[in-house]
């Protein structure tokens, strides 16, 4: 299995900043085949939906509403995935999910953002 724990979520003006990061940690087999990592969000009485991924080799993919704003980039040393997040807009409120792919996939718990002035 692999855990991941995400942090670096809060509030925030609009046209403000946060990174979060998602950390994974267990299986030592499944760490060591990583592959694809990245977010996605849900917001109240939404489907959730894709935010970014990124895999090994450094591709990335984002959602058409971050994209220019949003900057996925990882850590495979730390297996960390971090999501840098520029001039935020309200409609960016959402819980973040860390998601990752390693012969299954899996889920972080979680952590809330919420842009508003």
């Known amino acids: 299995q692999v855990q991941l724990v995400e942090s670096g979520g809060g509030a925030v003006q609009p046209g403000g900043s946060l990174r979060l990061s998602c950390a994974a940690s267990?299986?030592?087999?499944?760490?060591?085949?990583?592959?694809?990592m990245g977010w996605f969000r849900q917001a109240p009485e939404k489907q959730r939906e894709l935010v970014a991924t990124?895999?090994?080799?450094?591709?990335?993919n984002y959602g058409d509403s971050v994209t220019g704003r949003f900057t996925i980039s990882r850590d495979n040393a730390k297996n960390t995935v971090y999501l840098q997040m520029n001039s935020l807009k309200p409609e960016d409120t959402a819980v973040y999910y860390c998601?990752?792919?390693?012969?299954?996939?899996?889920w972080g718990q979680g952590t809330q953002v919420t842009v508003s002035s």
């Open positions: 998601y990752a792919q390693s012969y299954g996939s899996f």
């Open positions: 990124i895999t090994t080799g450094g591709i990335t």
């Open positions: 267990g299986s030592i087999f499944r760490i060591n085949n990583m592959r694809t």
